[in-house]
């Protein structure tokens, strides 16, 4: 058996529809790069019940093959699936609602193959909603200022991996997933071209303002201790600023004779520090509940079957 020389892996929530035309133009896609690649179809639980038309996928074409997590674990777990799972020399990442174009991945490979170990594909006109692209925007502004590492509104997780830059990638184990953040810590030799971005035919993206700001909090909590460095400055410059107000008031008191009054505005500090305070313990609460998640060793995802594999 030649060995896999491309694999694509692709979750699958929420696009039953478009599978069978993403598996046509795949195919077409990857049969004028090479003969020897493998489709991977990873259903995350998808409610329109997409498993029904991978089988019908995986049983036409045996080069297709089919995981089904035993329940929807998420779009990056589903990922960390396929790529566990994947054998080729070089792989692919994409959505499966065709707004990522099979036929790209030609312009991804090409790329690849004057030396690059990954090409991301950067979505300069992206034919999503208004409300999408700012939320999506300032969810990377947030998380490239507490993680301290460089993100591009317009690139995602589509585009083509070497094969060691996967085997990097799937050494990281940690519950909290964020393939493209992983792909930029791993290093390698790194670059991206411009991309066309197709308008969503059929569904809509899973991903509301809801999960956006929880993704950003996993991320940020998993990945950088700015949030508990930025409360102990917050901390020290809080007690600076009540130890200079307070030498003013001793000194205002001594030379001007002036006494310290206001019961409303000592109710409103003490709230205020009071809110403060819990804050702070919750930000420290996240990091301890984000310890007792990785303590446990619980697997990442549960696979109910697979198809080909």
Request: aromatic share 12%; with cysteine; net charge neutral.
């Amino acid at each position: 058996m030649e060995p896999i020389h491309i694999s694509v892996v692709s979750p699958v929530y929420g696009c039953k529809a478009c599978l069978f035309e993403l598996h046509e133009r795949l195919v077409n896609a990857l049969s004028k790069i090479t003969d020897q690649f493998e489709i991977i179809f990873v259903n995350d639980a998808c409610p329109q019940n997409s498993w029904e038309s991978i089988e019908a996928i995986c049983y036409k074409d045996k080069r297709v093959k089919g995981i089904n997590l035993s329940r929807n674990f998420g779009q990056h777990y589903a990922i960390t699936a396929g790529l566990d799972y994947s054998k080729g020399e070089w792989v692919v990442v994409m959505d499966c609602d065709l707004q990522d174009q099979p036929e790209e991945i030609i312009k991804l490979y090409t790329k690849a193959q004057e030396g690059y170990d990954i090409v991301f594909g950067r979505r300069v006109e992206r034919q999503d909603s208004f409300l999408k692209q700012l939320g999506s925007k300032v969810f990377n502004k947030v998380l490239e200022y507490f993680t301290e590492t460089k993100h591009d509104n317009t690139i995602a997780n589509f585009g083509i991996y070497a094969r060691k830059v996967v085997d990097a990638i799937n050494r990281y184990r940690e519950h909290s997933r964020d393939f493209l953040l992983f792909a930029r810590m791993v290093g390698f030799k790194k670059t991206e071209i411009q991309i066309a971005h197709a308008s969503r035919a059929h569904g809509q993206s899973s991903y509301n303002l809801r999960k956006l700001i929880k993704l950003a909090i996993d991320s940020i909590i998993s990945h950088s201790n700015k949030p508990l460095r930025l409360s102990i400055e917050l901390g020290f410059t809080i007690s600076t600023i009540s130890m200079l107000f307070a030498f003013w008031l001793v000194m205002r008191y001594f030379f001007f004779h002036t006494p310290t009054e206001g019961w409303t505005s000592l109710m409103v500090s003490m709230f205020f520090m009071f809110g403060l305070l819990f804050a702070i313990i919750g930000i420290a609460g996240l990091y301890i509940g984000k310890i007792f998640d990785e303590v446990k060793h619980r697997p990442l995802y549960i696979i109910q079957e697979t198809i080909n594999l």
